[in-house]
Antibody, heavy 120, light 107 residues
Framework: QLQLQESGPGLVKPSETLSLTCTVS??????????WGWIRQPPGKGLEWIGS???????YYNPSLKSRVTISVDTSKNQFSLKLSSVTAADTAVYYC????????????WGQGTLVTVSS | DIQMTQSPSSLSASVGDRVTITCRAS??????LAWYQQKPEKAPKSLIY???SLQSGVPSRFSGSGSGTDFTLTISSLQPEDFATYYC?????????FGPGTKVDIK
């Protein structure tokens, strides 16, 4: 059974870089059938697609965040990661990692999510 | 970006009720629409893709319809486990965008 688990600091200072890792178990991140993505949800608000990555390293970033986002993949560890630079309080959110079938931009398996608070 | 709207923003219903949620796109998206269910403090769960295709394991009381700009999610007979917030998401064009959600709670 596929599982995704986010990990990383729950508190980040303003202007610093948010770093999260998603560990995939029960399936291979190197599968040619899937992309792997990050989505966030500010407290009490809706969902925002941050970006996604293929096992080959090919990425897509939401233009609204593109200048600050880097998503990378480590196939040897079955993990992919998110870095968001120059964070502000507006980046406080629950961050989810998820799987996306290659054939459609729909997220079919999600991690449980991790709350990241930006505060000094 | 394509803007997604949903109506109503919330509704109260009873177990056994038929519930319909509407999603509208700011421009035509063909049938490239998905629906998700989110319960409090939980990750969203994929229900429907391509406007009307049920994800594996999703009960048949859930159905989706529509194309172009107007879509609906219908729950034919609301069950206790269906009380949640429902989001639509378009994937016709980048970036994929979500609706603001419709909260379904107990009447």
């Amino acid at each position: 059974q596929l599982q995704l688990q986010e990990s990383g600091p729950g508190l980040v200072k303003p202007s610093e870089t948010l770093s999260l890792t998603c560990t995939v178990s029960g399936g291979s991140i190197s599968s040619s059938s899937y992309y792997w993505g990050w989505i966030r949800q500010p407290p009490g608000k809706g969902l925002e697609w941050i970006g996604s990555i293929y096992y080959s390293g090919s990425t897509y970033y939401n233009p609204s965040l593109k200048s600050r986002v880097t998503i990378s993949v480590d196939t040897s560890k079955n993990q992919f990661s998110l870095k968001l630079s120059s964070v502000t309080a507006a980046d406080t959110a629950v961050y989810y990692c998820a799987r996306r079938p290659q054939s459609r931009l729909v997220l079919d398996y999600w991690g449980q999510g991790t709350l990241v608070t930006v505060s000094s | 970006d394509i803007q997604m709207t949903q109506s109503p923003s919330s509704l109260s219903a009873s177990v056994g009720d038929r519930v319909t949620i509407t999603c509208r796109a700011s421009q035509g998206i063909s049938s490239w629409l998905a629906w998700y269910q989110q319960k409090p403090e939980k990750a969203p769960k994929s229900l429907i893709y391509a406007a009307s295709s049920l994800q594996s394991g999703v009960p048949s009381r859930f159905s989706g319809s529509g194309s172009g700009t107007d879509f609906t999610l219908t729950i034919s007979s609301l069950q206790p486990e269906d009380f949640a917030t429902y989001y639509c998401q378009q994937y016709n064009s980048y970036p994929p965008t979500f609706g603001p959600g419709t909260k379904v709670d107990i009447k």
